[in-house]
């Protein structure tokens, strides 16, 4: 793992949709962590996106904590342990040396930064995840699809004082601004002093993500890693994602070709062929 290039893994949560695993709202892909047949899936999809040239995988962690999970019967830790234990698995299946990002969303809905709870909530809650992921083993926290700066600085703060790596991406909106009207530029300045290790983009259209990478880039500076990875297909109220293969393997690659960042892969609708063709032309 010393190239300055680094591959991530594509979609999880509307993979294991495509693959037949029920991700209704609200456990969305924590669905899969529920049953044998879901677990053996997600091994599977982690499996596939290895061998596609990813290195690194996301954990299936995306909606596993307390505030989506009350009620309904499971153990957010529990839940969490089990999502590490699955990616462990894969790549000690896989025979090769492979990261472990550990996968920390929004609270609550990744596309209303109305929504984002009080400060309070958000350290008590970001910090029971971040625990959970830590004595799961993972390798580095990756805080994803971060629709306010609020919360991202909340949630990094407690990441990096853990000692792993912390990468944080933003959803942003056709403007380019993170959804809460935030500049990426104030983002910036936040979180690169608090120790972040990487920042970029992501669940965001494909063609809409080199014009934040440039501003992230402006004041990062050249040498500072940057990540991206865009959607295929659009937002559903039921199953929480529509894949619609609106943008073939080639195609996304052409658009990653113009991204200014070190760290890619691909978001929701995405599947392994996306990897492995990043793998093949943009990584090699």
């Not at 153990?75 to 996968?103: D, N, Q």
């Not at 309070?120 to 910090?127: A, G, I, V």
Request: charge should be negative; charged fraction near 20%; glycine fraction near 8%.
């Amino acid at each position: 793992m010393n190239s300055k290039r680094l591959l991530l893994d594509g979609a999880t949560g509307t993979e294991l949709n495509r693959r037949g695993i029920d991700t209704g709202l609200p456990l969305w892909s924590a669905n899969a962590l529920t049953t044998d047949a879901g677990l053996d899936v997600l091994r599977q999809v982690h499996l596939d996106y290895l061998f596609a040239g990813a290195d690194i995988i996301t954990t299936n962690t995306f909606r596993t904590h307390r505030r989506v999970l009350a009620g309904k019967g499971f153990s957010a830790r529990e839940l969490t342990l089990r999502a590490v234990a699955i990616a462990r698995e894969a790549v000690a299946e896989f025979g090769k040396p492979a990261l472990i990002a550990g996968s920390l969303s929004t609270l609550e809905d990744c596309y209303r930064p109305d929504l984002v709870p009080p400060a309070k909530e958000c350290l008590d809650e970001h910090t029971e995840r971040i625990e959970h992921l830590v004595d799961g083993g993972v390798d580095l926290l990756l805080i994803e699809t971060m629709n306010s700066i609020g919360e991202a600085v909340i949630a990094a703060k407690i990441a990096i004082a853990t000692g792993l790596p912390t990468w944080v991406t933003f959803v942003c909106d056709k403007k380019g601004r993170v959804l809460s009207s935030e500049t990426l530029t104030h983002a910036a300045e936040l979180l690169m002093p608090l120790g972040v290790k990487a920042l970029g983009v992501n669940c965001m259209p494909a063609h809409t993500i080199a014009q934040p990478l440039t501003e992230l880039r402006t004041v990062c500076g050249e040498d500072f890693p940057l990540m991206a990875y865009g959607n295929i297909g659009y937002v559903d109220d039921e199953q929480g994602w529509t894949n619609t293969d609106s943008t073939d393997p080639e195609g996304y690659l052409q658009q990653a070709q113009t991204w200014s960042a070190q760290i890619i892969g691909a978001c929701c609708g995405s599947n392994p062929e996306h990897i492995r063709k990043l793998s093949q032309g943009w990584k090699n």
